[in-house]
């Protein structure tokens, strides 16, 4: 019976720890936050040593600490999966699951796929972070991030989900003043919107059955939302790269028009990024539905 509450305990001391907040782990495990101290500090009296420092703003690991939190985490860790695949033999995966994606991505197609998700998993809740930057998966305990394009990190856990087809849009505008491309040559006397970068000039490789055709372009803007860079497109301002997603309502409103038909930009791979292949079944079912469902181009 002892070592059945020695495994609760240490259950209780990694939620601290990962949380860093004793309040916070109180209510992501439904423990009165005087039981979960008073456990805390029954374990510390037991081995005889400080495993957290106290203050009134924070709760930090002492070395102690952190290497009982290196040793016992994915203890943690593979009971909780174990136990949730007894729960997965009787129920649909449950839980709460914590994305974080650009805002694009988000917006124009995740979005669209949640529905369908949540009719099939009603059990799972989320919180979803649009953001340009690339959040700390540990550092902010995030599950899962959905990324664009290579990925760093020789401690991340990264699993391809589809690709990015890349086009060439400009405004019905633009083109009436400037007229429209023949040929990837012509587009060097174009204004091109770019991702932020030194400089104003930036190489597009474009392809077309096999064919490939480098083109440096240069342009007055550079911005790294495209949801912006559509907007830009719209009102006139020059040709942007964006997936045919992104911009299909805008074509079939006549806001935007396609350039340079049967050339593409190099499509972008689009990755699933975890911290660790230990991962709750609501974690594994969205990744499997985005790696299922996503269709990009």
Partial sequence: MNDLLALGDMALFVEVARTGSFSRASAKLGVPGATLSRRVAAMERKFGVRLFDRTTRRVELTAAGRRYF???GDLVDQARLAQEALRESAASPTGHVRVSMPVD???NHIGPLLPEFTRRFPGITFELDLSPSQRDLVGE???VAIRIGAVKGDQLIVRRIGTVEMLMFAGP?????HGEPQQPADLVEHECFNLPAPGREALWSLMRDGAEMAVTVRGRFATNNLGLMRLLAERGLGIAVLSHALARDAVNAGRLVQV???????PLPVH????????PAGVRAFVDFLAARLSLV
Avoid: F, K, N
């Avoid at 505008?173 to 003043?177: D, H, V």
């Avoid at 340079?260 to 190099?266: D, F, I, K, S």
């Fill in 260 to 266: 340079l038909q049967g050339w593409t930009l190099p």
């Fill in 70 to 72: 290196e040793r016992c």
């Fill in 141 to 143: 305990h995030i599950d």
């Fill in 272 to 279: 699933a990024v975890m911290s660790s292949r230990l991962q």
């Fill in 105 to 107: 991505m988000g917006v």
């Fill in 173 to 177: 505008a633009y083109l009436e003043r």
